[in-house]
């Protein structure tokens, strides 16, 4: 009993997330789920886990926890200090933790995100089949109300012992320093608005991220694109779909986006992009650019195909 | 009849098919019918739909479909329509409302801006069977359409910071039922003491996008009883 991890201060923004909850938008439901899939999936595979298992989401930093329990630990994403019992431990691999093991997260250096995964995941009581932690909707997380972790939170974990540890190579890691990122686009909705200058100047320009950037959307700033149309009917909204309101600036939905809305879009962003969006902080720069179907289903397919846990280096100590 | 249906492609793993320019019960009554079509033909592959005014957005497992098959699906859904007889797909629900001055703080105002009593609007609003045209904006939040436009009423200038669960409330031609408190900006005319949208329960929810929602005047100790809260 009374396993887990102890969340001793919960950091800027921590969420318990998984998969993603999935099939519930006839009810108005979002998807949740980690911003930053890619590093989410390293951290699970890094615990020997399924990739979509419950960890957390850690937004910019701060997060301490201490353990309980006997497990393995893993960190990945944004460029955070780990520390474990004041040593500094690197991210993109798996540590081994015992009972009153002191984890402490340090604040980003570059990225937004990391992803803080234990053997065998989180246990908590899933609500539509999923913990995703959705704040505005009040649903998932550890106490099924959509609250982010708090300082006295106890995670429940199982306890897990003489398990291997891995490594990411290098060459498979992120890297977030630039804070910039080329996202590539599926062109589709009301796209036959945009007249060809519009697409073009939208193609061509650069933008940056506005600090009014969320686990719903990000808002981005530049050039002011203008479709012939300024409003639809409410319609559904995809991951990754990118929306103008009247002032021209486009918002990129993300995990947290309502199921419904009624600007006119231009398009979705490539999911394996999406991440790299949600890593860039305020200031950040982003590219479009424009792909086919045919070309995003391949790529989709070929970036699914590294999440194998033969990737990993196995840790002799 | 009905217009000509476009498919749009909307992401990765996802397409859009519009109905029309505008919403009516008939093509509302097309929606619902392709949503259950669509359940059957893709199976597993689908991981989910968004009915909505005019429109279904349709989103697939990109690993077990493509773009292609998928809209042979939906074309062949489309083509059953015309086979299958128009009648409502969906089911007729009553929700209880406890229409007064305390519980609807701008019912006065709404029968001011209407020119009619409050007695007026409280029967004008029981008169109809509205159709749920789409769910969002928040869980559980039916869009219900369309109200009689004798008491149609745009939206506050300035929106609530905090309207209570269960407020039944107007918008323009629209109605609906704040299934949780919220931020709003729609007029208040009365509280329903059932839940809109409880996780805990199965089903969720008391209505579904297609279905007809009446609303039925209770007095205050009915809506005590049932578990409303003032």
Known sequence: ?????????????????????????????????????SAFHWANLLCENPMDIASIEVTVGGLVLESTVTTTLAVTGADIPLSINKQPAPLWQSHSINPGDLIELGFARSGSRAYLAVGGGFQADPVFNSVATVPREGLGGLHADG??????????????ENTSL??????????????SARLRVVLGYQQEHFSDTQLQRFFNSGYSVTKHSDRMGYRLEGAEIIPAIEGI????????????????????????????????????????????????????????EAISIEQAQSLLAENEKQFVSKQLLKLCL | MSAEKTISIAGENALIVYFADKPSATISTEIA??????????????????????SLLVIFDPFKTDHQSVRIAINTAIKKINNTPKTSSGSLVTLPVYYSSESGPDLQRVADTAGLTVEEVIAIHQQSEYRVYAIGFAPGF?????????????????????VPRGAVAIADRQTAVYPAQSPGGWNLIGLCPQLMFDPKSSP???????????????????????????
């Not at chain 1, 609250?147 to 306890?159: H, I, N």
């Not at chain 2, 019918?33 to 005019?54: E, F, H, Q, R, W």
């Not at chain 2, 209770?218 to 809506?223: M, N, Q």
Request: proline share 7%.
């Open chain 1, 233 to 288: 009917l409410s319609e559904g909204i995809c991951l990754g779909a990118i929306q103008f309101p009247p002032d021209g600036q486009p918002i990129v939905l993300l995990n947290d986006r309502q199921t419904m809305g009624g600007y006119p879009k231009i398009g979705s962003v490539l999911s394996v992009d999406i991440g790299k969006l949600a890593q860039l902080s305020a200031g950040g720069r982003v590219n479009f």
């Open chain 2, 33 to 54: 019918t392709t949503v259950k079509k669509l359940k059957t033909y893709l199976g597993a592959t689908l991981i989910d739909l968004v009915p909505s005014y005019a």
């Open chain 1, 166 to 179: 891995w490594q990411l190579p290098e060459n498979l890691r992120a890297d977030y320093r630039q804070n």
């Open chain 1, 1 to 37: 009993m009374n396993n887990g991890l102890k969340v001793i201060k919960p950091g800027i923004y921590s969420l318990l997330q998984d998969g993603g909850r999935y099939g519930q938008h006839s009810m108005g439901l979002t998807t949740g789920g980690p911003l930053d899939r």
């Open chain 2, 142 to 162: 039916a869009y219900l359409g369309e109200v009689d436009p004798r008491i149609a009423t745009p939206r506050l200038a300035t929106p609530r910071q905090q």
């Open chain 2, 204 to 230: 969720s929810m008391p209505v579904a996008v297609g279905d007809l929602v009446r609303f039925e005047a209770i007095d205050k100790a009915t809506f005590e009883n049932l578990g409303g809260v003032l």
């Open chain 1, 147 to 160: 609250t982010a972790l708090k300082s006295g939170d106890l995670l429940p974990c199982k306890r897990i």
